[in-house]
């Protein structure tokens, strides 16, 4: 960017954002939008990806003046971005239901195959990739907000506690509770859902006899 040396620490840049120099901010946004459009697109629909990311970085500039060139602007920009998505899906959730009947027949099929084993493993060799993706998004769906953006950063990107709990602004003890709940609830989602469709599967062999 013009006038922006790229070795200038993001530090200098903020300074000089808050002291009135506001285009100075783009220079962060080029530096750090793979970051934020990344946690994004990890995180919320791709539709709205853009929509989340942009809305971060204007939460960012908007409490700059927070940030007064302490600690790393990544980390203090990536908190922002988790939160960004954490209320994409408090707004989100509880307005929209996707009921079992809406499963593809793909997904449908794929939790038939697992009603018979339902280990990790068996999720890994009975359905494809994409099968598996869209059928945890589906479950994941079925979550609060809270439980959703704790479950996906501890058990699914595997982050430390700690740095789960910074990043939602939370306790340890907080995102450890939760952390626990937010798994078992999942996997009694996926397991009714299995039994569903094992239920499903036994009354079609019986019409068919």
Same mark, same amino acid.
């Given at each position: 960017?013009?006038?922006?040396?790229?070795?200038?620490? &993001?530090?200098?840049?903020? #300074?000089?954002?808050? *002291?009135? =120099?506001?285009?100075?901010?783009?220079?962060?946004?080029?530096?750090? *939008?793979?970051?934020?459009?990344?946690?994004?697109?990890?995180?919320?629909?791709?539709? =709205?990806?853009? %929509?989340?990311?942009?809305?971060?970085?204007?939460?960012?500039?908007?409490?700059?003046?927070?940030?007064?060139?302490?600690?790393?602007?990544?980390?203090?920009?990536?908190?922002?971005?988790?939160?960004?998505?954490? &209320?994409?899906?408090?707004?989100?959730?509880?307005?929209? #239901?996707?009921?079992?009947?809406?499963?593809? %027949?793909? *997904?449908?099929?794929?939790?038939?195959? !697992?009603?018979?084993?339902?280990?990790?493993?068996? !999720?890994?060799?009975?359905?494809?990739?994409? %099968?598996?993706?869209?059928? /945890?998004?589906?479950?994941?769906?079925? !979550?609060?907000? @809270? =439980?959703?953006?704790?479950? @996906?950063?501890?058990?699914?990107?595997?982050?430390?506690?700690? @740095?789960?709990?910074?990043? !939602?602004?939370?306790?340890?003890?907080?995102?450890?509770?939760?952390?626990?709940?937010?798994?078992?609830?999942?996997?009694?989602?996926? #397991?009714? /859902?299995?039994?569903?469709? %094992?239920?499903?599967?036994?009354?079609? *062999?019986? #019409?068919?006899?």
């Amino acid at each position: 960017m013009r006038g922006y040396d790229s070795n200038l620490g &993001d530090a200098e840049i903020v #300074e000089r954002v808050l *002291q009135g =120099d506001v285009d100075g901010f783009e220079c962060l946004v080029e530096r750090y *939008q793979t970051r934020v459009f990344g946690i994004a697109a990890r995180r919320v629909p791709r539709r =709205d990806v853009e %929509e989340v990311a942009h809305e971060a970085f204007i939460r960012a500039y908007t409490s700059l003046a927070r940030f007064e060139g302490r600690g790393d602007f990544g980390a203090w920009l990536s908190k922002i971005a988790v939160r960004a998505c954490h &209320d994409y899906w408090r707004e989100v959730y509880g307005r929209r #239901e996707q009921p079992m009947s809406d499963l593809s %027949e793909a *997904q449908l099929t794929a939790m038939a195959r !697992l009603a018979s084993d339902r280990s990790s493993r068996a !999720l890994d060799e009975s359905v494809s990739a994409d %099968e598996a993706r869209s059928l /945890l998004a589906w479950a994941l769906n079925r !979550l609060s907000a @809270e =439980d959703r953006a704790v479950l @996906e950063l501890v058990h699914i990107e595997e982050r430390p506690v700690k @740095e789960a709990a910074e990043l !939602l602004g939370w306790s340890v003890v907080n995102v450890k509770v939760r952390a626990h709940r937010s798994r078992k609830k999942l996997r009694a989602i996926l #397991e009714k /859902l299995i039994a569903n469709e %094992e239920d499903h599967h036994e009354t079609g *062999q019986d #019409e068919n006899r």
